[in-house]
């Protein structure tokens, strides 16, 4: 699909750290994706929405909240009925000043070109959230505004996400930490069930209750990120990275990693790779 770029300086006037916007999606095919030089935060008001990446697509919600990096290409569709969405488009600078003070922050706002980090609110939590941006839709466009909506909600997702993980239990939390070893996630979901010594299907259920992740989407993420490091770290090619993390068939290995990146791994590499003379 063809991909146009997006650029902040169109967008945001001079002096303004951040852009707010609600708008009712299109209901008809994205004819192309765009790129961007900025962050970006968005929120299903309500209806339903596709968020539509390059060799992905992911159905969303009311209530789905996604934080996008630099350097995705995506486009939006509505599902539906009206499918409300409230945009905020952030300066690059801020976010990475506010990532100098704030480096455990890093996980709403990840490098360039990496998949959209996603979250969801329920009923209790969306009027919360559509109160805060109210009060930033009225407010200047200026990085202490910005960082008054931010910080408290970016504290109650981290919030959020400690309380889920301090309810797995021990024999999981063991088992995924062992899971981070190369010679654990090269066997897959299997090798992680194997860490936990209990039946599949109870690991299976026990990981979709704590982290809302089968063993084997956790698994991939695993390694496909350790696939990422890789690309950016080694001369080691496609195919022997591929085989080191447990995948012979490059087809799925490349699926698996355009899902999790929004690109190729050989794009991956060309775009990130500094100094590193490889073969590809």
């Not at 889920?164 to 062992?178: D, G, H, K, R, V």
Request: proline share 5%.
């Amino acid at each position: 699909m063809q991909t146009t770029v997006l650029c902040q300086k169109d967008i945001l006037p001079k002096g303004d750290d951040f852009h707010f916007s609600r708008s009712v999606l299109a209901r008809t095919r994205a004819k192309a994706l765009h790129d961007q030089d900025y962050y970006e935060i968005f929120w299903l008001h309500n209806g339903r929405a596709r968020l539509v990446l390059d060799g992905t697509r992911l159905t969303l919600s009311e209530g789905d909240l996604i934080f996008l990096s630099p350097e995705l290409p995506h486009a939006l569709q509505g599902l539906g009925e009206e499918s409300h969405i409230v945009n905020i488009i952030i300066r690059r600078k801020r976010i990475i000043e506010l990532l100098e003070r704030h480096p455990e922050m890093a996980h709403f706002f990840p490098a360039q070109s990496t998949a959209p980090v996603h979250f969801h609110r329920d009923i209790r939590q969306m009027s919360r959230l559509s109160s805060m941006a109210k009060v930033l839709e009225a407010a200047p466009r200026t990085t202490l505004h910005l960082e008054a909506f931010l910080l408290p909600l970016i504290a109650e997702l981290t919030l959020e996400t400690r309380s889920q993980f301090e309810a797995i239990p021990t024999w999981l939390s063991e088992a995924l930490i062992q899971a981070e070893d190369p010679n654990v996630f090269r066997y897959g979901a299997a090798g992680l069930v194997a860490q936990c010594g209990k039946a599949h299907a109870h690991v299976a259920r026990t990981m979709q209750a704590c982290l809302g992740q089968t063993p084997s989407d956790y698994i991939n993420a695993l390694r496909m990120d350790y696939a990422a490091r890789k690309l950016t770290g080694t001369p080691d090619s496609l195919t022997e990275i591929s085989s080191e993390i447990g995948i012979q068939n490059m087809s799925h290995f490349h699926r698996l990693f355009r899902s999790r990146y929004g690109m190729t791994p050989r794009q991956y590499r060309v775009k990130h790779q500094k100094g590193v003379v490889q073969p590809v």
